[in-house]
């Protein structure tokens, strides 16, 4: 059974700082999906990584996929407050497009 | 306007209430799942369809139905609402296309609240 567990699950910093979520999952996987999830609204694709060592980047923050570790990264850097936001991670098989397994999701406040 | 609409948005109703949450969409894609969003738990799959004659369940489809009336339109019914029920509903789309990336494409939510 394909699990995806998230770390930290909620997050407080400060503006400027850096810091890194972790997405871990159990089985095989070649295709990981970052999320965001502002209070009360839809989710909004960030990133789609689709091989091993994949790393993508959009402004303040930056994915990146091991496969072998089964492990994905979502980087912040320099922190703003419009960060602020829940972000998952979802995994899914190339055989099963579109049912991905989620993660709990990672609350980020972000303080002025 | 959203490409991926859902009706209605919030919702409060009984136990043993039947319900229908409604999903609308206008980007073409053959691909509807209905998900699930419960605090801490992430987002679940209930139902998925990749065509109108296709309909297949997800993780937690028991008290769950759907149907696909056309390829823009998957409906999630309720047959007999109860209160583990209370959670926010999302609709998704995804279109495999030449990349097949798989990414899910989401609605703004039904919120429905079983008392």
């Known amino acids: 059974e394909l699990k995806v567990e998230q770390n930290p699950l909620f997050l407080s910093m400060q503006e400027g700082k850096n810091y890194t979520i972790y997405c871990n999952y159990s089985t095989t996987s070649d295709r990981l999906y970052w999320y965001r999830q502002d209070p009360g609204k839809s989710l909004e694709s960030l990133f789609v990584l689709l091989s091993n060592g994949a790393v993508k980047q959009e402004g303040r923050l930056m994915a990146s996929l091991d496969t072998k570790a089964r492990l994905s990264t979502l980087h912040i850097t320099a922190a703003v407050h419009d960060l602020s936001a829940t972000y998952f991670c979802a995994v899914g098989r190339s055989s099963n497009t579109g049912k991905l397994i989620f993660g709990q999701g990672t609350t980020l406040q972000v303080k002025p | 306007d959203a490409d991926v609409t859902q009706t209605p948005r919030n919702r409060i109703t009984k136990t043993g209430k039947r319900i229908m949450l409604e999903c609308s969409q206008t980007?073409?894609?053959?691909?509807m799942y209905w998900y699930r969003q419960d605090p801490g738990l992430g987002l679940r799959l209930i139902y998925y369809?990749?065509?109108?004659?296709?309909?297949n369940k997800g993780e937690i489809s028991d008290g769950y139905s759907v149907s696909r009336q056309a390829q823009a339109k998957f409906s999630l019914s309720l047959e007999s609402a109860i209160p583990n029920q209370t959670a926010l509903y999302f609709c998704?789309?995804?279109?495999?296309?030449?990349?097949?990336?798989?990414?899910?494409?989401f609605g703004e939510g039904s919120r429905l609240t079983v008392l």
């Open positions: 998704a789309t995804s279109d495999p296309g030449p990349d097949n990336t798989g990414e899910l494409f």
């Open positions: 369809s990749f065509d109108v004659k296709d309909i």
């Open positions: 980007k073409g894609h053959d691909r």
